[in-house]
């Protein structure tokens, strides 16, 4: 699997009988995040048999509740699975002073070691790379400091065409495998030469997931995303409600279908969406107004792309 999406939360504000606050799991080139983390979160992690000990990076778009008063329930759980590994926790400042003093009052110490990663800047900055993918925050405008996030894979090497190669009867050896590898072309004893393309095999194009909590309608926001494959927008209003934007720094459907076509991204994911709709088909029809490829998030829904 090199990219899969799993929504565990998607709607605003509380939590009602089958309406999760904003929560979701990525897999990504073989790596594992939680990103947000609603009240709930780890009830829909067990009843959607993701693995607790998969989750070592945990990603908070912003401190308002519907978005982080799951972290505290998590993180003493894993405690009580008697976790060793260390936890890294990526959010604004102030996501460590509220956890661990949430910690102290109730004599909850972990013996695990908790990493806390506390974003200030309002530029895009990288704040996670391994070998495989770096995530970079796309900054927000929302009442309070938030900022997205852009899960990146990391190009994976190129292959040698083993059986074009072969066709060469023994002229191309292992010794040539690195020029290879490296770009070049091979000049064969007769002085023909031997394009590069046809002795490799280039990798499939690295996948990347933009996540897009709330915020209200920002195009700035548009060459940082540009082309992601997957893109996760908050749509929490409709049109009718446009108004309601600009005091609680949120966007409509037919916004986030904007954001969508002016980064040109492969698929369009919408969520968060306000409880005074009944229908959130609604939410889909408007934004496919202005681009055609949409999802609605629900949550056990799966969005993939495999190489």
Known sequence: MSLQVTVLGCHSATPRVNAHPTSQYLEINNRHFLIDCGEGTQRQLRKYKIGFSK???IFISHLHGDHFFGLIGLIATFGILNREKELHIYGPKGIKEITVLQLKLTK???RYAIVFHELTSKESELIFEDDKVTVHTIPLNHRVYTNGFLFKEKEKPRKLHIGNIELYDGEINTADYHHIKAGKDITLSTGEIVPN??????????????????????????????????????ATFLKDRE???????HSTAEQAGNIAKLANVKKLIIGHYSSRYANIQDFKDEAQTVFENVELAKAGEQYSYKN
């Open 55 to 57: 989750i070592n990076h």
């Open 243 to 249: 108004d309601l934007c600009d005091k609680t720094k």
């Open 108 to 110: 909850s110490w972990t």
């Open 197 to 234: 393309s046809e002795l490799i095999i280039d990798p499939p194009k690295p996948k990347s997931y933009a996540f897009c909590s709330d915020t209200a309608y920002k195009p700035a926001i548009v060459p940082i995303i540009k082309n992601v494959d997957l893109l996760y927008h908050e």
